[in-house]
């Protein structure tokens, strides 16, 4: 077993109480939200005032706005006073190599399994880690440049890109495109930032760790791609999230556009605390994650293999404007215990022969529930418009739910629509067969649980799929018998 | 190797098993027919573990232990393989990987190495070979739209992959062609040894023609009613069950 397996396995244990808590000292905010926290936080990112503003301008239209209450889960009130905006763990100057890394902070990415420099080098992954809000360590990024790719943290494009990071920002996610994504733009702390030039592929995976370190802090993180014109790159999103008891807030932003011929693939795998047995503690999850095809022929495909979480909301969705743009979005949801998940995709067809597909698979144990919502939408000038979608439920148990809110909007006749769904439990049967061969029954239950996501574990790159398999097992762990 | 004594098995209350003994030594052959519904796959399915089933008496040694104490995956890692009378399809689970999952953790429980990759295949092929199947299946779901016959080909496949001690084979001829019937009756022959014994169910004589048993037992409401040898399935064949219930529910009256 890999490592991080090992501590992913680790935060699944209930008497593994607290998690790890690294006792870096952090410079933060006091808790709470208003206009001055939002100027502090641009104000301690160094940031240009027309930031500064369009940050005021979000947090303004979000005072207006009203937390959406059509997702099929339930949970208490988030108390937004009561979060930390802004915190960093402190930096003694800017760092040339890891030596100069903190060795807490190390110390704790090794009890995450992230992989650093040789490793790194080894598995040919560039990582830029973030831990809390502030991006400590960019990997890779020199070799990434000789080609023109920028990939840093956010903060650092603001300060080194700015023109890129003020043409595309809200560009395809608007500032007040809902209440989470709203607050997020108005204090988002640190992300990712991806640029590909005109022509370039990019030679390898860019993966992004992410973590929650500081206790009641809320992670607000932002992150935009934009691959130009007959460009590619694939970009792997991972998260681990130590056990704590207060629920916490995450209500990332990320946005996409790929310009003519270009393709982005954007992989999740999601893994924050989902709280213990009964439902306590654990992280809400609100995200806003949308894709632009905004040339012809440019292909936008979202992956996501979805262990974690408490609540999860989450829409990965394609506006598919170029014609013949291609949106694909391919899932695997896991809800165990008291785990709620509404989630699921949407995709616009606006331009001519666009084409989207959508495989959703979800995954229901213990007392959880489990919803696909997914909203197919065929503009009048869509000619030719081309969906397929599968959406199939797996329940293990009796106690858990599985519900799917498929929607359709056709306002071309030409479109081509297509939907699937299927609802099974877990056989009996299947168990008792491969039981019969000698497999334990957790082996047995994980055979046909990665049976049933194989599609899915398919798109993702394969060193992820190999640990996508065994996030499932552990999430699904001591859910039969 | 196994020793069943006086095994009463009830479903939802009803009783199915109404006391069975049974005595299987190593390398011994044992076919049971019987009529449908009277308990063959039931029994079949309480040796190899099946939750469903309700033991309500009576006891089950397997090679000196009290078999009906084991987990079904501890029973199958013992030894104990069933080729079931209909294998379910599992969607999405290639038919290569789950039989080196199976192999290497049958391995693992006689405390042999794990086969690697090449080793695998290599023994893969020559089972495969011994079962008469097609190498593409191995790249297919397991099950998933396999015919009739061929599904119960793979079922074989398996068995001659675990080598197992004691080979319980439900109805395994059912569907099978003449030449596939041939086939599998070889196969089967070929792994008779001195110390593997199989219980075979079948409905039909023709089978006891390739694979011979020591003893054909006569299975009817629960109970085994008529055992001996393989002129029993002979007559059997020539003079149906009726004759069997007659007496049996004679006596009962
Ligand atoms: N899970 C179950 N629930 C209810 N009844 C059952 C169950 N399993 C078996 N039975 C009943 O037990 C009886 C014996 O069934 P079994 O499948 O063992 O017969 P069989 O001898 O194998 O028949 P066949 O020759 O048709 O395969 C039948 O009446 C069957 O309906
Ligand atoms: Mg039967």
Redesign the pocket.
Known sequence: MSDSMQTLEQHTKSDYKYGFTSNIETDKLPKGLSEDVVRAISAKKNEPEWLTEWRLKAYRQFLEMTEPKWPNVDYPPVDLQDIIYYAAPKKKKKLDSLDEVDPELLDTFNKLGIPLEEQKMLAGVAVDAVIDSVSVKTTYKEKLAELGIIFCSFSEAVQEHPELVKKYIGSVVPANDNYFAALNSAVFSDGSFVYLPKGVKCPMELSTYFRINERDTGQFERTLIVAEEGSQVSYLEGCTAPMRDENQLHAAVVELVAMDDATIKYSTVQNWYPGDKDGKGGIYNFVTKRGLCKGVNSKITWTQVETGSAVTWKYPSCVLLGDNSVGEFYSVAVTNNRQQADTGTKMTHLGKNTRSTIISKGISAGYSHNSYRGLVKIGKKAENAHNFSVCDSLLMGDKCGAHTFPYLEVQNNTAKVEHEATTSKIGEDQLFYLMQRGLSEENAVNTIVNGFAKEVFNELPMEFAVEAQKLLAISLEGSVG | MLTVKDLKVA??D?T?LNGINLEVKPGEVHAIM??????????A?VIAGRE?YEVESGSVLYKGEDLLEMEVDERALAGIFMAF?YPVEIPGVSTSNFLKSIVNANREARGLEEMNAMQMLKYIREKIELVGMDEKFLRRSLNEGFSGGEKKRSEMLQMALLEPSLAIL??TDSGLDIDALRIVSEAVNKLRTQDRSFII?T?YQRLLNYIEPDFVHV?YKGRIVKSGDKSLALELEDKGYDWIKEEVDAVAV
């Open positions: 479903v939802e009803k199915i019987g009529p449908n519904g009277s308990g063959k796959s039931t029994f399915n469903d009378q439900d109805e169910v409905h299975l």
